[in-house]
């Protein structure tokens, strides 16, 4: 159900909720994982009216095709926020940070 001025959520979730939810995905996504570094994961959620914005570091697996890899997160997440939290992904910043380890099969 799509939301519209007569019909706001009447409920907020927490950044670290999103946060959270966002690093699942990439989780669940092969050939991809989040960058840790010493403070914490690189991953960046922040809320906006109009949707959500996502910034993350991403270490792909080498032999992956970088450009379907994230092409297909970032369908994959907006599809899921939307469905979701009825929330559309406004923006998402991916840079990958590292080719880690022997080729995905």
Known sequence: ??????????YRVDSRALKTFVEKIVEETRGVGIRRTLFGKEVKVK?????I???LGL???????VPNIVREFRERLSGELQHTFS???????ITIRKIAGNPST
């Open 1 to 10: 159900m799509e939301d519209s001025p007569e019909h706001e959520k009447d």
């Open 87 to 93: 929330t559309p992904l406004r923006q998402v910043h």
């Open 47 to 51: 809320e906006y009216p109009e949707g």
């Open 53 to 55: 914005d996502v910034s």
């Open 59 to 65: 270490v792909v697996s080498r032999g992956e095709e």
